[in-house]
């Protein structure tokens, strides 16, 4: 049994349960710790991770620390990983500098809580937030991975950059129906993209593999003519238009 508790004087309940035959059965909580704790598994998206924050609300002995170090390490691991799944364009992906400036993460997920209210407006579903990233239905079967891009004005013709990750490829392929959703922090428009056309196109987009050995692919809109979006297709040319995707966002 977990007992979420409001008020910070529990002194006494915890007695009760201490010195009760319920000892190793139960454990207590506040409702604000409760709170940090969701917020945590938002800001990761490995299953893993939710897993091992859930097994910190399970009564365990911890004569031996090592499971809750196990915790800690996963999860801190695994929200240093989410954070970096947006990146800025590298060196190895042009030989224009971005100049190193980041957009406000607040700014970010306002835009993105902006393209996911008008999604699921759009679909007639209500979406529920597996992570920063991560979005689902109530029963899991529609999925959504929304990233987010600022306009990179240096080079005009390839304004928005993007990864795709595997571990997003794996959460929108256990999907019944699954999007790929791209946004843009300076248009009121946004791109769903089924996940089997981004699927099937994989071996055409370029890549990186980082120094831990993972990998991702990029991902970035062409606009060689004003307001005329593509995803570009590095290894083919054969780039997919993205207006059969493109959606409004609500003002």
């Given amino acids: 049994m977990l007992l979420v508790v409001g008020r910070e004087d529990t002194g006494e309940l915890e007695a009760q349960v201490r010195g009760s035959r319920h000892a190793w059965d139960m454990r207590l909580i506040s409702v604000d710790s409760l ?36 915790v800690i390490f996963t999860a801190a691991k695994d929200v240093e990983t989410a954070v970096d799944a947006e990146p800025q364009p590298s060196e190895e992906d042009t030989d224009v500098r971005s100049g190193g400036e980041f957009t406000d993460r607040g700014l970010v997920q306002e835009k993105r809580n902006q393209v996911i209210n008008a999604f699921a407006k759009q ?38 950059w993007y990864a795709y990750h595997p571990r997003w490829d794996a959460f929108l392929d256990e999907a019944e129906e699954g999007f790929f959703i791209l946004g843009c922090m300076d ?13 099937q196109r994989l071996d055409e ?7 831990d050995g993972s990998s991702y692919w990029h991902i970035k809109i062409l606009e060689q003519q004003a307001r005329v979006y593509k995803l570009q297709m590095p290894r083919s040319g054969n780039h997919l238009s993205l207006s059969q995707f493109a959606f409004v966002l609500d003002q």
């Avoid at 990233?133 to 005009?156: E, G």
């Avoid at 248009?187 to 699927?199: G, M, S």
């Avoid at 987009?205 to 120094?211: F, H």
């Fill in 205 to 211: 987009l370029g890549t990186t593999t980082k120094p």
């Fill in 35 to 70: 709170v940090h704790l969701v917020k945590l598994k938002e800001s990761t998206e490995a299953a893993v991770t939710g897993s091992k924050i859930r097994s910190v609300l399970v009564p365990t002995e911890y004569t031996r620390l090592d499971p809750l170090i196990d």
């Fill in 187 to 199: 248009l009121n428009t946004a791109f769903a993209i089924p996940v089997n056309a981004i699927k």
């Fill in 123 to 160: 679909q007639g579903l209500k979406l529920i937030r597996r992570s920063h990233t991560f979005y689902w239905s109530s029963d899991h079967k529609f999925r959504i991975v929304c990233t987010i891009s600022k306009r990179y004005p240096d080079r005009p013709s390839l304004p928005y």
